[in-house]
């Protein structure tokens, strides 16, 4: 049994299925994402846990504890926000006192904790500042040091970063996850920024229309999404209608050529349609070692994204496969137009558990 | 060349604007230092202990408006914006009555309700007093809603309520110490728009017979030339000082929430 339960929760506003048959079993000291794109039901989830929304089947419980009919103020469940929500009355000592002051802990033992908690965060010389005088990051990190310091048995995070500029996002996910790591408070953290879910967690729960899509490590939802929205919505992908030649040696057909997956192909028989999902960095410009699957088709677009460099080539008439290779100032590209074959090890084909709509290839971005 | 001539357009209606205000004024002062000596219908105004009580009067009674109407508007704003923001054009219509209702209409309906049993208010000097009270509560019901209502708006209450609920706060916490603070500058500007209010109204506090500084100016009027004047620009002034007392205490609270939302 997890430490945080939640069971067959679901919620509805009106006719609209906000969540649905939610089940997650959170370890204790776990960090667990909720990503998905907006309306998915990632916050609706959160507020359920913290008890801003009530659900309307289902249950929650920490610690073995059933909390899902107590009121936010009953649970002991820390929570912050994307837009802060500081007390703008409150200096930030007087803020992070806020919860332990309701408790109506000893005045000493407010002030060491206070001491303590804006000493975590790096912040002690500005124990006498008001919100307004701090800027976006530090009023975050005030925001966290609050919610921590009513020592809460699991802590939200709302999008917690998104108002903030992305070098500031970038440092303070780590300095969340530190400070998540050094206390080892269960985390439940809701985003819709694929790099920060598989950055900062331990499982990512991914999310569409108010269902669960998945739920694994990083490592897990990256390398091998269970459904074609998980594949399109983390990272970029080719998604490629393939015809299945033989289902039991995993062998497919692309646009006429043919290619094979490492697993047999289950759930879809010979001569329909399935979606084969391929990483752009899996691909190789060049025929590579022997048993790799090979496809060939002229180059329509090379694009320099920094560290890496793009090309895209068009396989029969469908659209282009796009592959990704380490910038290197003496790579040789190949013009465009010109015809290359391009390389991908089997393994690296993933045929996903909804069948293509229609014959050809595509590229999906979650980014 | 034009910049020029919309700043004397400018200085123009700004001129205009003075003379529009203060011109009666000045004329009520140049008025009531015509009594022999000058300054004679300020002493014997102030020399009336009927001003003195009256004016306490209304003061006390308009301290009661204030805290009643702070207490029945403060949480029914808070829970409209927060639960039932839907109802917000249907509260606001409702605390726009008094300018519709004549405040004639408004007493003669509250005499006519409490001046027999079961409620027979009007039969005791305390229970005419709540009676104007409540009177002026209704008067002062689109200053006072207003005026807590941009409050409110102008912070972000849901997640402040949410960031406090999730610490342990309860509602009454939540209120006092979390979003009353933050009100500060909308209910003193509130406050104060009633205070205005009781101590100039007439109607009310006339027909329930209460010895309030509307009524004893009125009385003044009939039977003194200069002294209504001079008692006039006292009040006048006396209704400036809060107001320069709302600007002093409100400037501190506003600049904090204004820039603290400017993120």
Redo the contacts between chains.
Sequence with gaps: MGFLELSHLQKRFGAFAAVEDFELSAQRGEFVSFLGPSGCGKTTTLRMIAGFEYPDSGSIRIDGKEITDLPPNKRNVGMVFQSYALFPNMTVADNVGFGMRVKKQPRDAIRKRVGELLELIHMPEKADRYPYQLSGGQQQRVALARALAVEPQVLLLDEPLSALDAKIRVALRTEIRSIQRQLGITTVYVTHDQEEALSLSDRVVVMSQGRIEQIGTPSEIYNFPATSFVASFVGTLNLLAARVVDPSAGRLSVEGQEIRAAMPVTGAGSGEIVSVALRPESISLGEGPEGRNRLRGPVTDISFLGSIVRLRIRLGDGPAVSLDTFNDPHLTLPPIGQAVTVSFPPEASLVLDQPAGAPGAGVASGE | MRRRRGSIAWWLIFLLGVLYFFLPLVATLDFSLKAQPALAAYTNALKDPKFLTSLLYSLVIGLLTIAASLALIVPTAYWVQLRVPRARSLVEFVTLLPFVIPAVVLVFGLIRVYSRPPLPFTHTDIGSSALLVAGYIVLSLPYMYRAVDTGLRA??IR??T?????????WL?IIL??IL??L?AALLSGAFLTLAIVLGEFTIANFLARPAFGPYLNLLSQSKAYEPAAVSLISFGLTWLAMIFIAFLGRE?RT??E?????
């Design positions: 912070i972000d997640s402040l949410e960031a406090a609920q999730s610490m342990g706060a309860g916490t110490r979390v603070p933050n500060r609270a904090r929430i820039i603290g939302g400017a993120h």
